[in-house]
Every structure is written in structure tokens, then in C-alpha cells.
């Protein structure tokens, strides 16, 4: 197997450790190669493959970190296409919270997502992606 040097801050390795602990790992590099294989499997569902998506992916970061917000806006300006609504609002006094709600593919939605988890300082990034043909069916058939 070959070998990899990452570099990732103190806190966040403490944390790799503790999981690993507390959930019978052997060690890091296990609960690292299982996180990858879970990161590059998200979207690899071919039952998304060709559908029309929407979306949802909800970003926290710090007020203070103004870089974050600045990314964000740019990537919802070139996204136009793809960002069907944005909404911004802010969470204790720390916090921001930024929400898209995303209607397209299923690569471009991934690509959204890919680009705002690669933005450096946010806290959180948190999607979900669903059908939207899957609605056409039962509330069809309601009227």
C-alpha cells in the first residue's frame, strides 16, 4: 500500500484518533481511507445519473471570516444557472449560516459542492440531493 502525508491541524487529528478509539479502527489511516472512500462515493449513485436534481447545501463559517462569504458570493454568481435561491442568516453571534438550494444535474450539483467544501475557514458544509421527477407522481395523482 502506498503512503500519503497530509497535513491537517493538531485539533483535527486529535479527532481522527478519538473516532478511531471509540470505534474500533486500527488506527488514523483507516478511518482516513474509509472517509475517502465515503467523500468520492457521494456521488457516484447511478439512480441520480440523467434526472433533474434539486439540491439543498447549507454552509456555516465564522461572521468574522469575511473571505468565506466573498467565496460564496462568487460561486453563487457563477453558478447562476444552477442556484435557484440563496439565503444568508446569522447564527448566535459568531456565525453565519448560507443556504442554496441548487436545481440541475447531478455533475453540477457536485461540482457546486466540491467547490464550496474546497473554500478554506467555512465550519461546516452539509448537502442533500433529491429528484425532483420523483414528485411528479403522487401529487399528480392528489388532484
Request: with cysteine; proline share 2%.
Amino acid at each position: 500500500m502506498t503512503v500519503v502525508s497530509v497535513s491537517m491541524p493538531e485539533e483535527l487529528l486529535n479527532r481522527i484518533d478519538e473516532f478511531a478509539d471509540d470505534h474500533g479502527y486500527t488506527g488514523r489511516s483507516e478511518v482516513v481511507r474509509d472517509a475517502a472512500r465515503d467523500l468520492l462515493g457521494e456521488f457516484e449513485d447511478a439512480r441520480l445519473e440523467d434526472r433533474e436534481l434539486m439540491g439543498v447545501v447549507t454552509v456555516l463559517f465564522n461572521y468574522e471570516t469575511t473571505s468565506v462569504e466573498e467565496r460564496l458570493m462568487g460561486l453563487r454568481h457563477e453558478h447562476e444557472g444552477l442556484v435557484a435561491a440563496n439565503f444568508h442568516s446569522h447564527v448566535g453571534n459568531r456565525y453565519c449560516m448560507e443556504l442554496f438550494i441548487l436545481d440541475g444535474s447531478l455533475e453540477a450539483i457536485s461540482a457546486f459542492v466540491g467547490q464550496i467544501r474546497a473554500t478554506k475557514n467555512t465550519l461546516t458544509v452539509d448537502y442533500s440531493v433529491m429528484p425532483v421527477d420523483d414528485f411528479a407522481g403522487p401529487l399528480a395523482d392528489s388532484g
